[in-house]
């Protein structure tokens, strides 16, 4: 018998609920947690983005596909070096830096596991 070994993919619908979750997590997470302004306006931009884009994908998932894998990758090189600048320049900000490091780790793995198809559903 025949097993395939290829990881299972994770359809856009499940996708667009993580990035939606994200985002939001993103949008509350400066005033629950205390951040300082520079950090609290680069994760609310972000998490604004994030939860914008997921909506897109799931109310217009198919002309979304092509640009949302192209927002994936953009998101994780902006959100990464939003992690570094706020590292560096704001001192005491280690949670903040910390929850943009998670948000970029958790886009590179469902980027990572996502099939994106032109059905948009699967």
Do not use: C, K
């Amino acid at each position: 018998m025949y097993v395939s070994h290829s990881h299972p993919h994770l359809p856009l619908s499940l996708h667009a609920a993580v990035d939606i979750t994200a985002g939001i997590a993103m949008i509350f997470a400066p005033a629950l947690l205390g951040f300082g302004l520079p950090a609290a306006v680069v994760i609310v931009v972000l998490g604004m983005l994030l939860t914008g884009t997921g909506l897109n994908l799931t109310t217009r998932p198919h002309e979304a596909v092509i640009s949302h894998h192209a927002f994936d990758r953009a998101f994780v090189a902006v959100a990464a070096a939003a992690a570094l600048a706020l590292a560096l320049s704001a001192p005491g900000q280690t949670t903040a830096v910390l929850m943009l490091a998670g948000v970029v780790v958790l886009e590179v793995l469902i980027g990572t596991a996502t099939r994106y198809t032109e059905g948009g559903a699967d």
